[in-house]
């Protein structure tokens, strides 16, 4: 019973910790979605100088949420791989 308390009190964070992350990969995805329109938006009207500007800014915002979003994803990996022990581990007492 112990055990049985002990997986689902995992299993309940992994899945709250599972909806954060994707979440916060979600706005990351967002995020760089946006910044692909301002850019086409950025190269259709301004100069190409100013452009080149705003491109450089832009690729830097991408690459801090390219950062974040791969962190994010690794977590979760990571979250789903205990999780499966977990459940391995409870599956051999079971048997």
């Known amino acids: 019973m112990k055990d049985g308390l002990i997986k689902k009190a995992i299993d309940a964070s992994v899945a709250e910790k599972t909806k954060e992350l994707t979440e916060r990969l979600e706005y990351a995805a967002q995020g760089i979605d946006s910044l692909l329109i301002t850019l086409r938006r950025e190269m259709d009207v301004k100069h190409p100088h100013q452009a080149?500007?705003?491109?450089?800014?832009?690729?830097?915002?991408?690459?801090?949420?390219?950062?974040?979003?791969?962190?994010?994803?690794?977590?979760?990996?990571?979250?789903?791989?205990?999780?499966?022990?977990?459940?391995a581990e409870q599956k051999k007492e079971e048997d």
């Open 52 to 87: 080149a500007q705003t491109l450089q800014a832009l690729a830097q915002a991408a690459a801090r949420h390219a950062v974040f979003a791969m962190a994010h994803e690794a977590q979760l990996t990571t979250l789903l791989c205990i999780q499966e022990v977990v459940n």
